[in-house]
């Protein structure tokens, strides 16, 4: 996880295998230059607006292959999606939130 409120994460010259980019606050240009050779960057949302199941289908793979882990801050049930929105606001999560959905 990089936290980009701490300084420049493009300085420092390392490279990855994947960045996942939840925040859209910055274009894909500037993650170019961290990635591997062979690297891809995964954002939350795309310009249209809806994240790929390719891209879906390969986090899950490095995730099973425990070349990815995540950091789940809290757990929001669908119903509670307003509260989860105001915990994200404050601006002090200090990794991912997650909303439970439920199929009927």
């Keep these: 996880m990089i936290d980009y409120t701490t300084g420049d994460f493009t300085e420092g010259g390392k490279r990855y295998d994947v960045i996942y980019d939840a925040v859209f606050l910055f274009p894909r ?21 809806s994240l790929q199941i390719e891209d879906l ?11 990815l882990k995540t950091f789940i801050d809290k757990t929001y049930a669908m119903e ?16 991912n939130v997650a909303i439970t959905v439920s199929a009927v």
């Design 29 to 49: 240009s500037r993650f170019k230059k961290l990635l591997k050779r062979d690297g891809r960057l995964v954002r939350s949302h795309d310009r249209l607006g």
């Design 57 to 67: 289908e390969y986090l899950g793979e490095q995730i099973e292959a425990g070349k």
């Design 80 to 95: 509670e999606i307003v509260e989860a929105h105001r915990y994200v606001d404050q601006g002090h999560k200090r990794g």
